[in-house]
């Protein structure tokens, strides 16, 4: 976790400073990192809650500070969730993949699907629990996405795996479905 907080929330301090030391960086600028960086605290904190691994109630808490965030988009946020397991491997480490993960699919929505509508759905299916996040904008082309230079696809791909689970997108130009897989039980030692 210290790793993660160093690599997101310190090195964008650190560029922020680095702007501003510089002469690079106008107050506009400077908000919206300052704004990215409390967010990211304020996620961080938000893993280390005790969920007593209950998924819902790590979502409930991350939903409380993503509606104040999506009221200034004018995006509709449909949260439909349902009952699901406790995943006894839900650790502070582990909900914050999640929640990074559920964080970048956001993200991704806010800057460029220009949709008005997100759907946020949990259900089972088999032996996983899957967090649906539907939306109605422009879809996106996955490949080209890869290629762009852009890196939170690959980084929500690389924490899924951290955590044994999946991620998956399924998009058109009638919006984009992005599934994020969970284990019910843990198949590896310890993500600790």
């Known amino acids: 976790m210290m790793q993660d907080m160093h690599d997101g929330l310190g090195s964008s301090l650190r560029m922020a400073l680095w702007s501003v030391e510089h002469g690079h960086c106008d107050e506009d600028a400077l908000a919206d990192v300052l704004k990215s960086c409390i967010d990211d ?8 809650e005790p969920v007593q691994s209950d998924l819902l109630l790590l979502l409930a808490t ?3 500070r993503l509606d104040r965030h999506l009221e200034d988009t004018g995006i509709t946020l449909r949260w439909e969730v349902a009952d699901v397991p406790l995943l006894n491997w839900l650790s502070p480490k582990c909900a914050l993949h999640i929640l990074r993960i559920l964080q970048e699919a956001f993200t991704n929505i806010i800057k ?12 089972v299916q088999g032996d996983q629990v ?3 996040i539907a939306d109605n904008g422009r879809g996106f082309v996955l490949e080209q996405a890869g290629k762009q230079g852009g890196k939170g696809l690959s980084n929500q791909q690389f924490r899924a795996k951290v ?7 399924n998009s ?3 919006g984009t479905i992005f599934c994020l897989r969970l284990p019910i039980q843990a198949h590896w030692e310890s993500v600790e």
Not at 41 to 48: F, G, H, N, R, V
Not at 112 to 123: D, G, P
């Open 130 to 132: 899957v967090v649906s």
């Open 112 to 123: 460029h699907a220009q949709a008005t509508e997100i759907r946020l759905s949990t259900s």
């Open 163 to 169: 955590i044994g689970a999946e991620v998956t997108w």
């Open 41 to 48: 605290l304020k996620l961080a904190i938000d893993s280390m």
């Open 172 to 174: 058109s130009a009638a």
């Open 62 to 64: 991350w939903r409380f």
